[in-house]
């Protein structure tokens, strides 16, 4: 039998599933943590995939990496790390998005040059905050690679002292703020006048398909991708799909035949792991709205739930803006969370417990609308990470997006992507192996759509009566 690893190197942790490279069968699944912190030693990382691959990865026929997008990791000419990786979730370098907004020439320009307009999340943006931050640090950058392209380089026997020449892939290349979805190749001259005149090395950007090399026992490796593109991979997404994903961050992201340009910052115009493009909305805030509301009425995640369902939509009045760790859709790096329409009547666990769930809804809806105003119009919404397995969150959902929501049954999606990669480099085939998805749900939007049209509604005029 052929098998082939999934890696999928996230935030929080390292999951590691083996399929059969033919029906995409899962044969074995393992994992292991990470650091917590929005900086981390990338040696962390290549520990935490030895630890959950051991027994795994030396048997298999293929390996690839899907990892956290857009994480700085700066190395010297001897492949030694200059610094902890800044990860996505690190805001420090929002002003520095700002500064490179105006010199890039504006919001268009800066869509235009790579589908994006930076925000603090870009590792442009990183990257100027090294340089004018930690300047001698700066100076000893000779490598710029990011988190999967780290793993990747490892996995091909790259390392301290070994400085093969590191690899990446359109998808996670997308996301940098200086490689063009639209022309295919990097912007240099925009890392240049981000990184003050620096001009590091940049990993040569392989073909969905091209292999990166090869393990010290013999194992391909693939090119990788970035953690949504590999989710979008994993779930094998076609046209009308909308992925709406609940994980530590909140995604929102659809295939599109062609590259975004949004000037509103809004749409990241990134590409995807096949050849084409994947808009991309995101959000700092998602699951952990639902945990952060828990803590704060002293209950469990199933009590929670509970009480949201013993109240009825619309949470009486009370609404909640859950930006609890800033925000970047809308872009608000500094904002916190807040309840609003507390009143002697309405202040009840169960009111903010469905406030709750209906504000993380809310706010992914708002990113659904920013994607279907690029062009993209949604048959179904595919919801999945951690929070989709809530009744009330699919019902919720399908009421405040307004189309049918489906549930594919829970798995890692963006480790199986990752996988079905594998397979598709080591066949060498023209397209992706088929292999077979199931869903466990399908919530139809309600037949009268004035309860969430009213929900959102509530929801905006607080947003804007707070924000503008």
Known sequence: MTTVAGIDSSTQSCKVVVCDA???AVLGRAQAPHPEGTEVDPAAWWDALRMAGAGWLDDVDAIAVAGQQHGLVALDAAGVPVRKALLWNDIRSAGAAEDLIDEFGGRQACADAVGSVPVAAFTVTKLRWLADHEPELADRTAHVVLPHDYLTWRLCG????RMLEPTTDRGDASGTGYWSP????????LLALAFRGRRPALPQVLGPAQPAGRTPSGALVAAGTGDNAGAALGLGITEGDVVVSLGTSGTVFARADRPAADATGAVAGFADATGAFLPLVCTLNAARVLTSAADL?????????SLAAQEPPGADGVVLLPYLAGERTPNLPHA???LHGLRPGAMRPGTVARAAFEGLLCHLADALDHLTASGVTPRRVLLIGGAARSLLVAETAAQVFGVTVTIPEPDEHVALGAARQAA???AGAPRPPSWPGRSVAEIPAPA????GREIRDRYRSTRQALYG
Do not use: F, H, N
């Not at 790259?158 to 002292?161: F, R, S, T």
């Not at 639209?182 to 001259?189: I, N």
């Not at 009425?297 to 739930?305: A, C, M």
């Not at 009268?448 to 309860?451: C, G, R, T």
């Open 22 to 24: 033919d029906s995409g």
């Open 158 to 161: 790259g390392g301290p002292g």
């Open 182 to 189: 639209a022309d295919g190749g990097y912007r240099e001259d």
């Open 297 to 305: 009425l002293g209950v469990d995640l199933p009590t929670l739930e």
């Open 336 to 338: 916190a969370g807040s």
């Open 424 to 426: 598709w480099a080591l």
């Open 448 to 451: 009268d759509a004035a309860l």
